[in-house]
T-cell receptor
Framework: AQRVTQPEKLLSVFKGAPVELKCNYS??????LFWYVQYSRQRLQLLLR??SRESIKGFTADLNKGETSFHLKKPFAQEEDSAMYYC????????FGTGTKLQVIP | EAQVTQNPRYLITVTGKKLTVTCSQN?????MSWYRQDPGLGLRQIYY???????DKGDVPEGYKVSRKEKRNFPLILESPSPNQTSLYFC???????????FGPGTRLTVT
């Protein structure tokens, strides 16, 4: 079964510290992978996707096929990064992880 | 402006009273879907539609119905709502083949 796993429900880091939000996937094929972000009281929006290999708001994510992971990273957390982050996979249909709440402490 | 709209944004209702949450997109997207968001459970897909007249169950379809008679609209129907359907609901759309999902603003439903 297609599955996206985000093991951490909450991640608290201090401002300026590095951030890594974990995402693992299990698919029988090669999915397209995404990270979505939901700021407080706002709708979900796309943060980045693995095929574009771009950096958005300082975040990057590398697809590691050997570890079946797509972790989201940022070298220096900012207070405005506090939000819910969802990893999602697409192979036919979209499957979302359960989300990780990132809390950046000033 | 390209967008996904949902109505109503907030709804309080009683058990058993049928309700419909509308979803509309103006981007000519083929793919539309409904999700519910619950604390600790993240985003779970209820139903999705690949195109007009084509709908499929997601992960949690029980107690919900959908229809896709027009490309732009994808209403979510609760024939007999129950308290366990109290949740935040999101509609989303994308191009066929699953590109970026565009989300609506959400509908907060409370069933008493």
């Amino acid at each position: 079964a297609q599955r996206v796993t985000q093991p951490e429900k909450l991640l608290s880091v201090f401002k300026g510290a590095p951030v890594e939000l974990k995402c693992n996937y299990s698919y029988s094929g090669s999915p397209e992978l995404f990270w979505y972000v939901q700021y407080s009281r706002q709708r979900l929006q796309l943060l980045l996707r693995h095929i574009s290999r771009e950096s958005i708001k300082g975040f990057t994510a590398d697809l590691n096929k050997g570890e079946t992971s797509f972790h989201l990273k940022k070298p220096f957390a900012q207070e405005e990064d506090s939000a819910m982050y969802y990893c999602a996979g697409l192979l036919g249909k979209v499957t979302f992880g359960t989300g990780t709440k990132l809390q950046v402490i000033p | 402006e390209a967008q996904v709209t949902q109505n109503p944004r907030y709804l309080i209702t009683v058990t058993g009273k049928k309700l419909t949450v509308t979803c509309s997109q103006n981007m000519n997207h083929e793919y539309m879907s409904w999700y519910r968001q619950d604390p600790g459970l993240g985003l779970r897909q209820i139903y999705y539609s690949m195109n007009v007249e084509v709908t499929d169950k997601g992960d949690v379809p029980e107690g919900y119905k959908v229809s896709r008679k027009e490309k732009r609209n994808f209403p979510l129907i609760l024939e007999s709502p129950s308290p366990n359907q109290t949740s935040l609901y999101f509609c989303a759309s994308s191009t066929q083949g699953g590109d970026e999902q565009y989300f609506g603003p959400g509908t907060r439903l409370t069933v008493t």
